[in-house]
């Protein structure tokens, strides 16, 4: 079974930082990462993509609204994945969820991902 357990949501204010984390394991079998990601869900909004990372290539691509601002980064001995939040904004509340991708493929979309974290919540007061 994978597991991926996320970390380091919180409250901030607008213009602050934050730096949320997500661990991956397995237990009983060998779990290969091929890409990770970030998705969020704003209240009374569908989840969206956020940013994701190609595991062995480090490559990265960003939604526009956190270009700039939001860097996702992997440590591949931890098979853990970041995302390094700064100038945030209110309209950045939401939960955060990460994600990952096991086989070779699209890694752009909620459904590319098939592994889900249970989510952490990130609130930005104005």
């Known amino acids: 079974q994978v597991q991926l357990v996320e970390s380091g949501g919180g409250l901030v204010q607008a213009g602050g930082s934050l730096r949320l984390s997500c661990a991956a394991s397995?237990?009983?079998?060998?779990?290969?990462?091929?890409?990770m990601g970030w998705f969020r869900r704003a209240p009374g909004k569908e989840r969206e993509f956020v940013a994701a990372?190609?595991?062995?290539?480090?490559?990265?691509y960003y939604t526009d609204s956190v270009k700039g601002r939001f860097t996702i980064s992997r440590d591949n001995a931890k098979s853990t994945v970041y995302l390094q939040m700064n100038i945030l904004k209110p309209e950045d509340t939401a939960v955060y969820y990460c994600?990952?991708?096991?086989?070779?493929?699209?890694?752009?979309?909620?459904?590319?991902?098939?592994?889900w974290g249970q989510g952490t919540q990130v609130t930005v007061s104005s």
């Open positions: 994600a990952a991708r096991a086989s070779p493929g699209l890694w752009y979309t909620s459904n590319d991902f098939g592994y």
């Open positions: 397995a237990s009983g079998r060998t779990f290969t990462i091929y890409a």
């Open positions: 990372i190609h595991w062995s290539t480090g490559s990265t």
